[in-house]
């Protein structure tokens, strides 16, 4: 059983950065790759950016490719994304989720989900 809660959300003007982080709690926080999805007002949620256990291998939305940055340290059982240039299309309920399978973009093979926290980006 893993526990994800994030925080870091926020209001921020379009070009400014956040940093979210995703606290785990549990001892096989580094056996699971790790996730940041996101979920827009009417919208589906959509895949942001993977890290996989150990920190070695990284994959990003197309559309954040080059803006964000996913990171993890399992000794803090935490895993970040830096966002930079933010973009009011960035405005979003930010998701950490984590998954026992390996690296994935896919919704469904994530297992365990945190609640959430709001990005709003103004223009």
């Known amino acids: 059983q893993v526990q994800l809660v994030e925080s870091g959300g926020g209001l921020v003007q379009a070009g400014g950065s956040l940093r979210l982080s995703c606290a785990a709690s549990?001892?096989?926080?580094?056996?699971?790759?790790m996730g940041w999805l996101r979920q827009a007002p009417g919208k589906e949620r959509e895949f942001v950016a993977a890290i996989d256990w150990y920190g070695g291998n990284t994959y990003y939305a197309n559309s954040v490719k080059g803006r964000f940055t996913i990171s993890r340290d399992n000794a803090k059982n935490t895993v970040y994304l830096q966002m930079n240039s933010l973009k009011p299309e960035d405005t979003a309920v930010y998701y950490c989720?984590?998954?026992?399978?390996?690296?994935?973009?896919?919704?469904?093979?994530?297992?365990?989900w945190g609640q959430g926290t709001q990005v709003t980006v103004s223009s």
């Open positions: 989720a984590a998954a026992n399978h390996g690296l994935t973009t896919r919704d469904s093979l994530y297992r365990y």
């Open positions: 549990g001892r096989t926080f580094s056996s699971y790759a």
